[in-house]
Nanobody, 122 residues
Framework: QLQASGGGLVQAGGSLRLSCLAS????????MGWFRQAPGKEREFVAA????????YYADSVKGRFTISRDNAKNTVYLQMNSLKPEDTAVYYC?????????????????WGQGTQVTVSS
């Protein structure tokens, strides 16, 4: 089970940190990802982090602004979002999968959290 939190309303240029708490499984065995879905748009990849807590992957649209990290001792993955833009407005979902490949494909993730709303005002 994945529980995402930390969303909210922020002005453009501001920051938010999302958290995703995992329970029920061995967290360190899973690749973790963040996706987002804006109204009327398809769900899109944001970032992913491998089990080793070293390898990270980002969508071009968030590179240099967002940072994904994980704390295996706390069963939690984070998404630090800086320099937020109105186009970052979406529901953000955390997800988990076993295999370390196809990080940007939502179809490869077996487990999903409920989503947390991020709204960036201009």
């Amino acid at each position: 089970q994945l529980q995402a939190s930390g969303g909210g309303l922020v002005q453009a240029g501001g920051s938010l940190r999302l958290s995703c708490l995992a329970s029920g499984r061995t967290f360190s065995n899973y690749v973790m990802g963040w996706f987002r879905q804006a109204p009327g748009k398809e769900r899109e990849f944001v970032a992913a982090i491998n089990r080793d807590d070293i390898s990270t992957y980002y969508a071009d649209s968030v590179k240099g602004r967002f940072t994904i990290s994980r704390d295996n001792a706390k069963n939690t993955v984070y998404l630090q979002m800086n320099s937020l833009k109105p186009e970052d407005t979406a529901v953000y979902y955390c997800a988990a999968k076993v295999y370390a490949s196809n990080y940007d494909s939502s179809l490869k993730y077996a487990y999903w959290g409920q989503g947390t709303q991020v709204t960036v005002s201009s």
